[in-house]
């Protein structure tokens, strides 16, 4: 049996998919712990903002196909964890919705992290 080294384009990919995965995992981790914490500042829901929208691009982008059997993160793992983060913005969303309406900067900074195209003030 003949061992082929893996080609160099594939093993960046797989590498950088699995980055991706563990920075996914841990948005969201800190997305869920707002979930039970009592009154939140402004800044506080600015950053739930922030971690929203970096967990939805992640989410969408994040290849299932690159995640090998013995990987301590599953794309079945990050299923259920997205559903915990759903409750927590479920639960939080009439207040992150107040919070955000009286401060919108905070909204166009979320949406420049994964966009480049995104205007000065939304």
Known sequence: MLWYPMPRTIARTLSHCL???KQLF???VSLLCYGHSGSLAT???AHM?????LINHGSMRL???FF?????ITPKDLQALHVRCLDVVASRSSE???AMRGARQHLTSAFKKVSALTRAML
Do not use: H, S, Y
């Open 26 to 28: 841990l948005r969201m």
């Open 63 to 65: 290849d299932p196909r």
């Open 49 to 53: 903002c922030e971690l929203i929208v």
């Open 68 to 72: 090998g059997k013995d990987q301590t």
């Open 43 to 45: 800044a506080d829901f």
């Open 19 to 21: 980055l991706q995965a």
């Open 96 to 98: 992150l919705v107040n």
